[in-house]
Nanobody
Framework: QLHIVESGGGSVQPGGSLRLSCGAS????????VGWFRQAPGKEREGVSC?????????YYADSVKGRFTISRDNAKNTVYLQMNSLKSEDIGVYYC????????????????????WGQGTQVTVSS
């Protein structure tokens, strides 16, 4: 069966850090454009950061997270990470990992909130 599992969420103080992991069974992630999306309570789902297939290697970051978040791949572990630093209260929400198997750039995937396969999400809370 096919599974996408996000992990690494939790509760941190403002200015803290978390590293989210997106692992997949039944997929080889390096062939896919992979994106991290988040949805805060009462708000629209937004693209946070996306990364194209390994052969292309392009990345995209939402303006709100530039300079604070970093997306990366570890193909040996079939995992995509989102390192989140300097977390703010506006970063709270459920973070989802999504895969797109068609022709898609990282920018297009994130801006269009486009994904073919989605995980169940991991909660991120920022509070003192």
């Amino acid at each position: 069966q096919l599974h996408i599992v996000e992990s690494g969420g939790g509760s941190v103080q403002p200015g803290g850090s978390l590293r989210l992991s997106c692992g997949a069974s039944g997929f080889t992630l390096d062939y896919y454009t992979v994106g991290w999306f988040r949805q805060a309570p009462g708000k629209e789902r937004e693209g946070v950061s996306c990364i194209s297939s390994t052969s292309d290697g392009n990345t995209y970051y939402a303006d709100s997270v530039k300079g604070r978040f970093t997306i990366s791949r570890d193909n040996a572990k079939n995992t995509v990470y989102l390192q989140m630093n300097s977390l703010k209260s506006e970063d709270i929400g459920v973070y989802y990992c999504a895969l797109h198997g068609g022709i898609s750039t990282a920018q297009h995937m994130c801006i269009m909130t486009r994904g073919d396969y989605w995980g169940q999400g991991t909660q991120v809370t920022v509070s003192s």
